[in-house]
């Protein structure tokens, strides 16, 4: 059974930083692209970023980046994000995705599995 598993998220203050896990099992992370996702209170879920472990291809959406780290851990099969700098708009609940074509774009339908999210929340 494939099955996605997010933690790590909490309350922190502006500036402060979290790193969020995604445990993947049944299946192998070098297999597919994994993403992260968010989806603010009253927005849509957007992507915020992307890796090809078998590759080490990368991506960011713009807001993010200098700010946000993915990488992943293949011996434990785990995707994470390293957030730094957290302003309040990074507040959201945040889901890892797999997506078995390695697309590893941000685009919902691209993403076969999903997690249940983990809660951030930045307080100003």
């Known amino acids: 059974e494939v099955q996605l598993v997010e933690s790590g998220g909490g309350l922190v203050q502006t500036g402060g930083s979290l790193r969020l896990s995604c445990a993947a099992s049944?299946?192998?992370?070098?297999?597919?692209?994994i993403g992260w996702f968010r989806r603010a209170p009253g927005k849509e879920r957007e992507g915020v970023s992307a890796?090809?472990?078998?590759?080490?291809?990368?991506s960011y959406r713009d807001s993010v980046k200098g700010r946000f780290t993915i990488s992943s851990d293949n011996a434990k099969n785990t995707v994470y994000l390293q957030m730094s700098r957290l302003v309040p708009e990074d507040t959201a609940v945040y889901y890892c995705a797999a997506d078995r074509d390695l697309v590893g774009g941000y685009l919902n339908d691209d993403y076969d599995y999903w997690g249940q999210g983990t809660q951030v929340t930045v307080s100003s």
């Open positions: 890796i090809r472990s078998g590759d080490g291809i990368t």
């Open positions: 049944g299946f192998t992370i070098d297999d597919y692209a």
